[in-house]
């Protein structure tokens, strides 16, 4: 959700104008990094050490793809590169099986290395000859990585119509991720989004070496995970009236094993999060009789923080969400669940017999304590079958659960606190990681700048830090508005995440995302231009005025109309200062030549 310390940011958005059971830990790379690469060679997230060298290996009608060893695994990563190079060089390689022998000239090897443990778990090394493509890696997820930086590599233009061949540079690359967590938290409860869509989103992941999805599947506005024992949450919960009409959506169970399959298969872990004890109208909604007042609810219709919460004096609420989270748990095998804890009100609880008698009984202070009581009770339940609890920072207040991970919303005190403490953190400040925002607010350049690790901890308080999270909370993005939003910021956190603290360099990365625009370009990735400016911008004028359109960016063309209409590629074509003589509005919009465009920006000049 958007977080209430962050809303004031959000005034900014008026500028919209018209997986698996693997264990995240921290890495232990060594930061060490050659000179800036040659404009051959833009990868995103930048590699710890690359070097460049002469010449290139050209991609045939006779390129193969050179398996050894890995069984299933290694061959799924090999037909997914042979599929995306066929994608974008119209060569489709064979897949063959080879031996420990010398390589073979004019192939792509895949090569599960023993002896290369130093790398970690997702690290690889990748060398490109004339002759040879060579990706060795430890273990499966690294051969992974360093097949979607062959992919880069290939050229700006993968996925496009195919040219009759392909390059890929010769360099030479070790490489391994900063931080085990990178993460984009995905909010499909404001706004439900398709199946599909998610499946896109963790290519888009992939791509850019990202390895979590935390997937937000209830909220105040729609409970969006079909429960077999309650049946209600998604007739009831996962529905709520938009202007009269009906809204919503959910996943069903052969959905959510779907999704989840689709992202293990590309190395990323979906953690799901099931929000209590707030943030729950919509399961509310559906079982009124886990509130402490009885009810009757809707679905919230309004975004924000709301007093009826689940009841923590009730032993019928914790067999619920027992019984929820056990259905949950066949569903996701991911290590951790997150069940938010955050934006608690607690006036309910105050009133509330049952909850005073649950505060009585426990001996507990106060309401506070009480949350405290209801998340550690929760995490009893989720440690008793081998999962790991995350919430919000707010689970720090009253006293953390004794397993719990923090994630760190509300700034890095939370983080600092945590780690301290001895509980592992994800940084996700909204201050820098949330997405929603407008670009005003958090631009490219300031993303790029997030440190994860607080400076104030020790070196063994900092390992503590598992990574860090980019948020794409949906109440003011539909489906259709997710990339503008998340990108280009996401290629920006995935930098900070993957590559090494001191190699970050804004000039560099500014430098080679004017590549990766065009790799977005063709992945349909609809990501955020700054619309023109206008100088003077509105005002009022005497007699006449002269208006000059800019383009920040310095690479697309400004298309404007000055009858109301919304611009588009064959309006016309800003070349000189726009002459006005009367009343008008100015309605421009910059676009790109991969096809994209900013939105839609109006400036007013009134003659009196």
Same mark, same amino acid.
């Given at each position: 959700?958007?977080?209430?310390?962050?809303?004031?940011?959000?005034?900014?958005?008026?500028?919209?104008?018209?997986?698996?059971?693997?264990?995240?830990?921290?890495s232990s790379q060594p930061a060490t990094f050659s000179a800036p690469a040659a404009?051959?060679?833009?990868?995103?997230?930048?590699?710890?050490?690359?070097?460049?060298?002469?010449?290139?290996?050209?991609?045939?009608?006779?390129?193969?793809?050179?398996?050894?060893?890995?069984?299933?695994?290694?061959?799924?990563?090999?037909?997914?590169? !042979?599929?995306?190079?066929?994608?974008?060089?119209?060569?489709?390689?064979?897949?063959?099986?080879?031996?420990?022998?010398?390589?073979?000239?004019?192939?792509?090897?895949?090569?599960?290395?023993?002896?290369?443990?130093?790398?970690?778990?997702?690290?690889?090394? @990748?060398?490109?000859?004339?002759?040879?493509?060579?990706?060795?890696?430890?273990?499966?997820?690294?051969?992974?990585?360093?097949?979607?930086?062959?992919?880069? @590599?290939?050229?700006?233009?993968?996925?496009?119509? !195919?040219?009759?061949?392909?390059?890929?540079?010769?360099?030479?690359?070790?490489?391994?991720?900063?931080?085990?967590?990178?993460?984009?938290?995905?909010?499909?409860?404001?706004?439900?989004?398709?199946?599909?869509?998610?499946? +896109?989103y963790i290519d888009l992941l992939a791509y850019h070496k990202m390895n979590v999805?935390?997937?937000?599947?209830?909220?105040?506005?729609?409970?969006?995970?079909?429960?077999?024992?309650?049946?209600?949450?998604?007739?009831?919960? !996962?529905?709520?009236?938009?202007?009269?009409?009906?809204?919503?959506?959910?996943?069903?169970?052969?959905?959510?094993?779907?999704?989840?399959?689709?992202?293990?298969?590309?190395?990323?872990?979906?953690?799901?999060?099931?929000?209590?004890?707030?943030?729950?109208?919509?399961?509310?909604?559906?079982?009124?009789? @886990?509130?402490?007042?009885?009810?009757?609810?809707?679905?919230?219709?309004?975004?924000?923080?709301?007093?009826? #919460?689940?009841?923590?004096?009730?032993?019928?609420?914790?067999?619920?969400?027992?019984?929820?989270?056990?259905?949950?748990?066949? @569903?996701?095998?991911?290590?951790?669940?997150?069940?938010?804890?955050? %934006?608690?009100?607690? $006036?309910?609880?105050?009133?509330?017999?049952?909850?005073?008698?649950?505060?009585?009984?426990?001996?507990?202070?106060?309401?506070?304590?009480?949350?405290?009581?209801?998340?550690?009770?929760?995490?009893?339940?989720?440690?008793?079958?081998?999962?790991?609890?995350?919430?919000?920072?707010?689970?720090?207040?009253?006293?953390?659960?004794? $397993?719990?991970?923090?994630?760190?919303?509300?700034?890095?005190?939370?983080?600092?606190?945590?780690?301290?403490?001895?509980?592992?953190?994800?940084?996700?400040?909204?201050?820098?990681?949330?997405?929603?925002?407008?670009?005003?607010?958090?631009?490219?350049?300031?993303?790029?700048?997030?440190?994860?690790?607080?400076?104030?901890?020790?070196?063994?308080?900092?390992?503590?830090?598992?990574?860090? %999270?980019?948020?794409?909370?949906?109440?003011?993005?539909?489906?259709?508005?997710?990339?503008?939003?998340?990108?280009?910021?996401?290629?920006?956190?995935?930098?900070?995440?993957?590559?090494?603290?001191?190699?970050?360099?804004?000039?560099?990365?500014?430098?080679?995302?004017?590549?990766?625009?065009?790799?977005?370009?063709?992945?349909?990735?609809?990501?955020?231009?700054?619309?023109?400016?206008?100088?003077?911008?509105?005002?009022?004028?005497?007699?006449?005025?002269?208006?000059?359109?800019?383009?920040?960016?310095?690479?697309?063309?400004?298309?404007?109309?000055?009858?109301?209409?919304?611009?588009?590629?064959?309006?016309? +074509?800003?070349?000189?200062?726009?002459?006005?003589? $009367?009343?008008?509005?100015?309605?421009?919009?910059?676009?790109?030549?991969?096809?994209?465009?900013?939105?839609? #920006?109006?400036?007013?000049?009134?003659?009196?």
């Open positions: 959700m958007i977080r209430t310390v962050g809303m004031a940011l959000l005034v900014a958005i008026g500028g919209w104008i018209i997986g698996d059971d693997r264990t995240l830990a921290q404009a051959a060679a833009q990868v995103i997230p930048r590699p710890v050490r690359l070097e460049t060298l002469p010449g290139a290996f050209v991609i045939t009608d006779s390129t193969r793809i050179v398996v050894d060893a890995g069984g299933d695994e290694v061959r799924a990563v090999a037909d997914s590169l !042979a599929y995306s190079l066929g994608r974008a060089t119209g060569h489709n390689p064979g897949i063959v099986e080879g031996g420990a022998g010398a390589p073979a000239k004019g192939a792509v090897h895949l090569v599960l290395a023993r002896g290369a443990e130093a790398l970690g778990d997702e690290g690889y090394e @990748l060398t490109v000859t004339t002759d040879t493509v060579m990706l060795r890696a430890p273990k499966v997820a690294g051969l992974f990585w360093g097949a979607q930086t062959i992919r880069q @590599l290939v050229g700006p233009e993968a996925g496009s119509a !195919a040219p009759s061949k392909r390059e890929i540079p010769c360099v030479r690359i070790t490489d391994s991720p900063r931080y085990a967590w990178r993460g984009l938290l995905l909010d499909c409860c404001r706004h439900f989004m398709t199946k599909d869509f998610v499946k +896109r999805l935390h997937w937000h599947l209830t909220e105040d506005q729609g409970w969006r995970i079909a429960i077999r024992k309650y049946p209600r949450l998604t007739e009831v919960g !996962a529905w709520r009236d938009d202007g009269g009409e009906r809204y919503g959506g959910f996943y069903s169970q052969e959905d959510i094993r779907e999704v989840v399959a689709y992202a293990a298969s590309r190395h990323i872990t979906v953690v799901p999060e099931i929000e209590m004890p707030g943030h729950c109208t919509a399961a509310l909604a559906a079982y009124p009789e @886990l509130s402490c007042t009885g009810g009757p609810f809707p679905v919230e219709t309004k975004w924000g923080v709301f007093k009826d #919460v689940y009841c923590a004096g009730n032993d019928r609420t914790f067999e619920f969400l027992e019984d929820v989270l056990s259905e949950v748990m066949e @569903l996701f095998p991911s290590t951790y669940i997150h069940i938010g804890g955050d %934006e608690v009100p607690k $006036n309910r609880w105050h009133e509330c017999p049952k909850c005073q008698a649950r505060i009585k009984a426990e001996g507990l202070k106060d309401e506070h304590e009480l949350q405290s009581y209801f998340v550690r009770r929760v995490e009893k339940f989720l440690n008793g079958r081998g999962r790991r609890l995350i919430g919000w920072d707010e689970i720090l207040e009253g006293g953390v659960a004794p $397993n719990a991970t923090v994630q760190s919303w509300r700034g890095m005190a939370g983080a600092v606190a945590a780690a301290t403490a001895g509980h592992d953190v994800i940084s996700s400040p909204h201050s820098h990681t949330y997405v929603i925002y407008d670009y005003n607010a958090i631009s490219l350049e300031k993303i790029y700048s997030f440190e994860p690790t607080p400076k104030e901890l020790t070196a063994d308080q900092a390992k503590h830090v598992l990574g860090a %999270e980019a948020a794409m909370w949906t109440e003011y993005a539909w489906q259709d508005r997710v990339d503008h939003q998340v990108f280009p910021r996401l290629c920006a956190m995935a930098e900070v995440a993957w590559s090494p603290a001191e190699a970050r360099d804004w000039a560099d990365f500014s430098r080679r995302m004017s590549d990766h625009y065009r790799r977005l370009d063709a992945m349909g990735v609809t990501y955020y231009i700054p619309p023109p400016t206008a100088d003077p911008p509105d005002t009022t004028f005497a007699e006449s005025i002269e208006v000059k359109l800019v383009d920040s960016t310095g690479r697309g063309v400004i298309r404007y109309t000055l009858d109301g209409a919304g611009p588009t590629r064959e309006s016309q +074509r800003y070349t000189a200062p726009i002459p006005l003589k $009367n009343t008008t509005t100015i309605s421009a919009r910059t676009f790109w030549q991969g096809g994209n465009a900013s939105d839609i #920006v109006q400036f007013k000049y009134r003659k009196p």
